[in-house]
């Protein structure tokens, strides 16, 4: 007995199934993404990768075991609630974990879903496992860009903010806020109308001007403008402020208006600090203008870029009519040649230069000046120009030649006086030395004849009074002998100075009887009378 069948359709089913599961073995070996089997409890069945390089670890190693056996506990709660979060709900949100890879750390993303029934016990689940470390590391770039940018912001007082003509509103940031020293909250939010925007922040004068100006960029058929100026802005704390504004359009769709985008910059201690250096450059250039000492300023090969009043006084010309003249055209002639040769000097060592007091010749006029050459210096260091300011010590230097021929005649006087003084005691030493001296001789030798006479022999008393009298004359002859000789002793005319000291200096020691220990050289004393 025979039984035949019809399994042309059945044929036609297999067919059909093989050709699905072959397309769907297409699809799977098409997708760049790891794919694991796992059940409940995290058991691995069956995986599928198009590079047996990129799995965690070998098949042999993770196959029927479950995902705590194979990853770090940390990575394994996270896989496990994936599978449990599928075999609940039927699928899974993604989740991201990180695995030490031979190359470094790597980035991944899972999902998962459940195969046919999740509430069966047997449940099983498919898990995708997408490699994100390439975003991962671009988000992380990104991130650290605006970290950068928002501290570059800060650092350079920056803030965004935008206009909307369609609904007349400003867009504002923190960035904006905390520059104008308030917040979002304190201000309504992040969008506010126009008009709360002038009255926060604009100074009452300024709102009209900025309003017209945003009007203009609105406006404006050029896509591509842009518009920078400086205007005056508020602080939520009322003090102003200085600000550079920058703002430009964002090109919207046919029939919609554009968005203005700007950009602040507080620049109000820049445009104090200016100020401060406007007034500074002021003064100095005031007090550089009205000095009487000349003051030039030249280039490295000796042009002439500026100089004040004196200088041009000096040279009997304009100002105008001498910046760019070389020093050479200046001061002709050897002069000229030193003062270019000290301004190579200096651009060269980048020191000052301090030049003696010298003569010139200026116009036929001769001055004293002492000179100092200072670099001027760029931020940079390197030296763009050299400042030579001179001072005229014409009268200072004639003071002092007169001061010196004044000193002269002082000291030629001086020695007059001396010269006196030791002629009127040479004159008081020998009139007392030769009148008085003599008297008292002639005195002493009547009085010794006396003492001879027999008569005085019967008068002892006038003998021993005649004595006495002797004596006192004898004494009176020393005493005047002294006086003498510190007058002006007599050895100094007789001898000369060196024979005087020696004999000054034995008579010390013979009357002290302190030894002296006298060393003269003869050639360093001057055999002058008028000296000794």
């Known amino acids: 007995v025979g039984i035949i069948r019809d399994v042309t359709n059945l044929m036609a089913a297999e067919a059909a199934l093989r050709k699905e599961r072959e397309h769907l073995r297409g699809t799977i070996d098409a997708l760049p993404d790891l794919m694991f089997e796992v059940d409940r409890r995290g058991r691995i069945f069956d995986y599928h990768t198009p590079d047996p390089a990129r799995l965690y670890t070998t098949p042999e190693k993770f196959l029927n075991k479950t995902v705590r056996e194979v990853f770090p506990p940390a990575t394994a709660d996270i896989l496990m609630k994936s599978i449990a979060a599928a075999l609940r709900d039927g699928h899974a949100p993604a989740a991201t974990y990180s695995l030490q890879m031979p190359g470094g750390r790597r980035w991944y993303e899972i999902t998962a879903a459940a195969l046919g029934n999740p509430a069966s016990p047997k449940g099983r689940c498919i898990t995708l496992v997408h490699d994100i470390t390439a975003r991962k590391e671009a988000e992380d770039e990104l991130r650290l860009k605006e970290i950068q940018l928002t501290t570059a912001m800060e650092v350079a007082k ?8 369609a609904t007349d509103r400003f867009r504002l940031n923190d960035q904006f806020y905390s520059l104008f020293r308030t917040s979002a909250e304190r ?10 925007f002038a009255q926060l922040f604009l ?4 709102r009209p001007r900025m309003a017209g100006e945003i009007a203009r960029a609105v406006k404006s058929p050029d896509p591509n403008s842009d518009l920078r100026l400086e205007r005056r802005f508020r602080f939520a704390d009322g003090k102003a402020a200085h600000m550079a504004i920058c703002f430009f359009p964002e090109i919207k769709s046919r029939g919609r208006p554009k968005v203005i985008h700007g950009i602040l910059q507080d620049i109000t201690e820049l445009r104090r600090a200016d100020d401060k250096l406007w007034q500074s450059e002021t003064e100095h250039s005031a007090l550089i203008e009205h ?7 030249f280039a490295r090969d000796g042009a002439l870029l500026s100089l004040n009043q004196a200088s041009a006084r000096l040279q009997g010309k304009k100002k105008s009519q001498l910046v760019g003249r070389n020093i050479r055209e200046l001061f002709p002639g050897d002069l000229g040649q030193k003062i270019a040769l000290r301004i190579k000097t200096v651009f060269r060592s980048g020191r000052q230069f301090f030049s003696s007091e010298s003569p010139i010749t200026v116009r036929g006029k001769e001055l004293w000046v002492k000179a100092i050459l200072t670099p001027i210096k760029d931020q940079q260091g390197s030296v763009r120009a050299v400042l030579s300011v001179c001072q005229d010590i014409t009268k200072q230097k004639m003071a002092r030649q007169e001061l010196l021929r004044h000193q002269e005649r002082l000291h030629q006087l001086t020695q007059h006086l001396e010269s006196a003084r030791e002629d009127e005691q040479r004159r008081i030493a020998r009139e007392l030395h030769d009148e008085l001296g003599q008297a008292l001789t002639a005195m002493k030798l009547d009085l010794f004849w006396l003492l001879r006479q027999p008569i005085l022999e019967r008068e002892k008393a006038v003998a021993e009074k005649i004595q006495s009298v002797a004596a006192l004359a004898e004494r009176t002859m020393s005493a005047l002998r002294n006086l003498t000789a510190k007058l002006r002793p007599a050895m100094l005319d007789d001898f000369g100075l060196i024979p005087a000291i020696e004999w000054l200096a034995g008579d010390f020691a013979w009357r002290t009887g302190i030894p002296v220990a006298l060393s003269v050289k003869p050639e360093e004393f001057s055999s002058a009378p008028e000296l000794a």
């Open 158 to 165: 920056l803030a965004y903010w935008g206009y909307d003509p």
């Open 187 to 196: 201000v309504g939010g992040y969008a506010i109308p126009a008009a709360r």
């Open 203 to 206: 100074l009452p004068e300024d």
């Open 291 to 297: 000095m009487n000492d000349f003051v030039f300023v």
